[in-house]
């Protein structure tokens, strides 16, 4: 049977670094944001892709040409061709293993499961055989903006709170489909234990009837005191980025 993990107090006691603790003189996804996340006592959002050899990397976009001049996928390169790429601040793509031992219970680590449109099994697999081992589980949650995901990952684990990940804008898909993500109606059938929502879209009765009913609440992503305003009101948590909570 399915049961229900409610996210930690971790996970709604500390605001939660978008990408890491970055800025300016420090990328976005790299072991230096995370480190700074938890020296300042702040949770960690990171993305997650699956490589060519099945290893994980930290890596926000599909195609890294942003991130590094290369207009390539990141899931077609291995773990050595995509860690001898350069970010603008001369660091480096880490893998989510590192990021494991780096971060080492120090800190809530909220990973996100990136997928194209179509779920892959293998990618939720990889994530979840990275962290069989971690020593702080009950730092450790999951999310995804694909449904699929997150009904694999609830099936297939009970060490971990998995969450929905969704906005009011979803790309370009049918109306139907955006309707159905948007207002989180296989929230139940995919057994999601914690909703991360767009703060630009908030409040709405969509996320208002499931927080009634229980559900915690992210909003993503936070980056004035505005949207702080806004967060405080109809979320339990922030994930922020460019203020300070």
């Known amino acids: 049977m399915i049961r229900n993990i409610p996210l930690g107090e971790s996970f709604t006691a500390l605001p939660i670094a978008h990408r890491g603790l970055h800025s300016a003189g420090v990328f976005e996804n790299t072991a230096e944001a995370y480190r700074l996340a938890a020296e300042k006592g702040y949770g960690i959002e990171l993305d997650v892709r699956l490589l060519k050899d099945g290893k994980l990397a930290c890596v926000h976009d599909g195609s890294l040409k942003r991130l590094t001049g290369l207009d390539v996928a990141a899931e077609s390169l291995t773990s050595e061709e995509i860690g001898a790429l350069t970010l603008p601040d001369g660091s480096h793509i880490p893998l989510f ?55 694999y990952l609830k099936e297939h684990t009970a060490d971990f709170p998995c969450g929905i990940l969704s906005s009011c804008e979803l790309g370009k898909r049918p109306k139907w489909e955006t309707y159905l993500l948007k207002s989180l109606s296989l929230y139940g059938f995919i057994h999601a234990d914690f909703i991360s929502y767009d703060v630009n879209f908030l409040p709405n009765p969509y996320v208002l009837k499931k927080r009634k009913k229980g559900a915690a609440v992210l909003a993503w992503t936070v980056d004035s005191g505005e949207k702080m305003r806004t967060a405080r009101s109809c979320a339990d948590n922030i994930i922020f980025e460019g203020v300070t909570p």
């Open 97 to 151: 293993e590192d990021v494991l031992r780096l971060v080492d219970g120090r800190a809530p680590i909220l990973a996100e499961l990136k997928t194209g449109e179509k779920f892959e099994r293998a990618s939720a697999d990889a994530l979840l055989s990275a962290l069989e081992n971690y020593p702080r589980k009950d730092l450790i949650a999951l999310q995804s903006f694909h449904p699929f995901a997150v009904k």
